[in-house]
């Protein structure tokens, strides 16, 4: 498998440590990194039926299965998804590009089928249901990817111009274009690198949410990764400038969207 | 590892036909079901770890990690937080459970610290971001701990009683106790089935959504299972009414929720 390290040194990257225990079935699944540099070689569909098979065995609340995917593929359309997610290159490189939905419209329609009124999906429970369920769908997807040796990125810039990716996918009432997801062969000239992450104390509470969160060490820890991108600063200041409402690149429109789809009304 | 089967098995309980290959990779990723009879068997701090470590490497929107979780390990509060999760026994037996947070407490504190104000995190936009983090984390934490030969268990009523669960987690504004997961050793009596999916023509479709969604097959395919149930009807008619507005189990009180925590204000 490409860029695979031992889980040990996959830990040591994640957190500025050597790791406690190594356990050799956790390898791919520490190994993680986004991948946006892709070759021009095809994913077959077999892989992705099988795939595809691995999204739907996540579980699902209910057994509701409030989600579902759209592939775009055909060049053209693939071009004009791109530009929908910010013109990001991997999106029009990647051998297959998938849209994930929050989707309650497949339920609502079976349901009135049956003479009975969905009238509960407006509620924001179902809305929190159908992006869960499509994030573990998704995200045992990738797992399976990666265990096959492919590389992923999840592209949360679908959400940058809904209304345009409602247009082109035409969406239905009660679905939502909630993510997107690059999937093909890393090309050679891969070299994406472990993210490190927050110290587990940092995110992981016994028994209760504690009175303060120390980040102080992950701060200390970014400050050369940002350096090296010309980013001023560590990853509280980062992080924080990123979420105050000034760099909402569309998705401030995400509220009157998603009213308009049917969902978050009460 | 325990209840596994060839993915070509999995696959045909799945979607009720044969696989078109087999790819054993994907063994245990399609093998996942819901164990909810665990043994008295503690699982340790380091395999927990692991699992820790594998949920925090799993992609995280703009490196925001705008998740946490807390484990519940004192005997009296798992009773306690078993209760708030509808009493469900699993809750109570497994060797950990996690509350999984949607968690925007922590990012926010940290940008107060370097002067910012994190003034957009009210947006809907990381309502979603988070619910979204929280679930992949998740997700790859759940095929970790199922490739260890694991058992879990989702808990969405987590989401029951959220002002009980805020109070009893400590839990400050701009968190959510999002979903719950148990996690242990599957006793020797778990007997649980792989669930039937939908086909996947019903959930993927290529290049845009269609007119038409047909889940008649499923529906024909599940009335054995809800006949076992003694529930009568099919998978259109018993999801149909779970979403009719009716039976909201305390979830309809999760917008008012939301909204004092500080999310989904715009």
New interface residues.
């Given amino acids: 498998m490409l860029f695979s390290e031992p889980?040990s040194d996959?830990?040591e990257r994640?957190?500025g440590f050597p790791a406690?225990?190594d356990?050799p079935?956790?390898r791919a699944?520490?190994?993680?990194r986004?991948v946006r540099n892709f070759k021009a070689e095809p994913v077959s569909e077999?892989?992705m039926?099988?795939l595809?098979?691995?999204g739907?065995?996540?579980?699902t609340?209910?057994?509701?299965?409030l989600?579902?995917?759209?592939?775009?593929?055909?060049p053209e359309?693939r071009e004009k998804i791109a530009e929908l997610c910010a013109g990001q290159k991997q999106v029009r490189e990647a051998a297959w590009f998938l849209a994930f939905?929050a989707d309650?419209?497949?339920?609502?329609?079976?349901?009135?089928?049956?003479g009975?009124?969905?009238?509960?999906?407006d509620?924001?429970?179902?809305y929190?249901?159908a992006?869960?369920d499509a994030?573990?769908a998704?995200?045992?997807m990738?797992?399976?990817a990666e265990?096959?040796g492919l590389g992923v990125c999840?592209i949360?810039a679908l959400?940058n111009d809904p209304y345009g990716v409602q247009e082109?996918?035409?969406?239905?009432k009660g679905?939502f274009g909630?993510?997107g997801l690059c999937i093909g062969w890393p090309s050679d000239e891969e070299r994406a690198a472990?993210?490190p992450?927050?110290r587990?104390e940092?995110?992981?509470?016994?028994?209760?949410?504690p009175d303060q969160?120390d980040?102080s060490e992950y701060?200390e820890r970014m400050k050369p990764s940002y350096a090296r991108r010309g980013v001023e600063?560590d990853?509280?200041?980062h992080?924080?400038?990123?979420?105050?409402?000034?760099?909402?690149t569309g998705?401030?429109r995400?509220?009157a969207f998603?009213e308009e789809q049917g969902f978050?009304h009460?």
């Fill in positions: 889980m996959a830990w994640r957190y406690p225990a356990l079935e956790l699944l520490l190994n993680h986004s077999r892989v039926e099988a595809v098979a691995a739907q065995s996540a579980s609340s209910s057994n509701l299965q989600w579902s995917v759209v592939s775009v593929q055909e359309r939905l309650t419209h497949r339920l609502a329609e079976a349901a009135r089928a049956r009975l009124d969905p009238a509960g999906l509620y924001i429970e179902f929190t249901m992006v869960i994030a573990l998704a995200e045992r990738v797992c399976a265990s096959l999840y949360g959400r082109f996918l035409r969406l239905p679905t909630t993510f472990i993210k992450r927050l587990q940092a995110i992981w509470f016994r028994e209760s949410y969160v980040v701060d600063g990853w509280s200041s992080s924080g400038r990123r979420v105050d409402g000034e760099h909402m998705r401030d995400l509220r998603l978050n009460r």
